[in-house]
């Protein structure tokens, strides 16, 4: 079943900044020497990558609706990725990690699975209530 809309969002422009201000700050975040952020149980840090790259893939993918478009959506979530890990080996005392890129890339996943649920039209909806179609 796909919960596409044919319909552009009324603001999309604004989703757009949204999301790219969303991806500085995800960058930043991994760039900074002590960013401050960790889960100190085991797996925390995969587990936060994964929960960070499955919020960029659902926001991008209700941004940006259907199937194909959630593919090319998915590759530069993943190139996004690669690119910090990247930047992180260059930029030490941060490190890069294959095993960070594979953490993006289930969050990746598991958005894409949340994608085919009513998920996928979270941000029309919130536009569908505050603005009043007449």
Not at 110 to 120: E, F, I, M, S
Request: charged fraction near 15%; aromatic fraction near 12%; charge should be positive.
């Amino acid at each position: 079943m796909d919960v596409q809309t044919s319909a552009r969002l009324r603001w999309h422009r604004a989703w757009v900044a949204l999301g790219g201000a969303i991806m500085l700050f995800v960058m930043w975040m991994a760039l900074t020497p002590d960013p401050s952020i960790a889960l100190t149980f085991t797996y925390g840090d995969k587990l936060l990558h994964a929960s960070t790259f499955c919020g960029l893939m659902g926001w991008w993918g209700n941004v940006y609706r259907g199937r194909r478009a959630w593919v090319g959506i998915a590759l530069g979530c993943l190139a996004f990725g690669v690119f910090i890990e990247f930047a992180q080996w260059l930029d030490p005392p941060r490190d890069a990690s294959t095993w960070d890129v594979l953490a993006d890339g289930i969050g990746i996943l598991v958005a894409l699975l949340l994608l085919r649920t009513p998920l996928a039209r979270v941000l029309a909806g919130i536009e569908a209530r505050f603005v009043r179609v007449g």
